[in-house]
């Protein structure tokens, strides 16, 4: 199990109370892959409600 402080780098939380994390796949080999990818994986995604619990009581 991954630490708490850990989790808080990796997630947003929104005022509202939402959960966001980044996209996977955009540290590094982004020149072969299509822009629209790209644009895509740019914004936050948000998490999964099977996640949502187990990442709720860490943070």
Known sequence: ????????KRIKITKSGKMLRRVRGVSHNMAKKPTK??????????I?????KRIKALV
């Open 1 to 8: 199990m991954i630490s708490k402080k850990t989790v808080l």
């Open 37 to 46: 990818s790209i644009q895509k994986k740019r914004n936050y995604s948000s």
């Open 48 to 52: 999964s409600k099977s996640d949502y």
